[in-house]
Nanobody, 114 residues
Framework: QVQLVESGGGLAQSGGSLRLSCAAS????????MSWYRQVPGKERALVAA???????EYADSVKGRFTISRDNAKATVYLQMNSLMPEDTAVYYC????????WGQGTQVTVSS
């Protein structure tokens, strides 16, 4: 079965960095687009970044130039390097994959203090 397990969240100061990881299993990871979303209370999940099988990347305007998505197909893991963090980046971050239907990880909390 498809499983997505995020890690790497935590507390950071404004201007700091964190790296999130999402370990995937149960499907041919290298063939699929992977993405990161985030959600704050009372709002819908919003796309942060995505990476296609050919390594083409896309980013939300709010994180361009600060966040970098990457993947390691040998480890079936997708990463989100977050630099220059701001308090408005505070959210629960989720890993997502679409294999006939969407799958989500359990989420990891990122809190950025000012």
């Amino acid at each position: 079965q498809v499983q997505l397990v995020e890690s790497g969240g935590g507390l950071a100061q404004s201007g700091g960095s964190l790296r999130l990881s999402c370990a995937a299993s149960g499907f041919a990871f290298s063939a699929y687009r992977m993405s990161w979303y985030r959600q704050v209370p009372g709002k819908e999940r919003a796309l942060v970044a995505a990476i296609r099988a050919n390594n083409y990347t896309e980013y939300a305007d709010s994180v361009k130039g600060r966040f970098t998505i990457s993947r390691d197909n040998a480890k079936a893991t997708v990463y989100l390097q977050m630099n220059s963090l701001m308090p408005e980046d505070t959210a629960v971050y989720y890993c997502r994959a679409w294999i006939n239907r969407e799958y989500w990880g359990q989420g990891t909390q990122v809190t950025v203090s000012s």
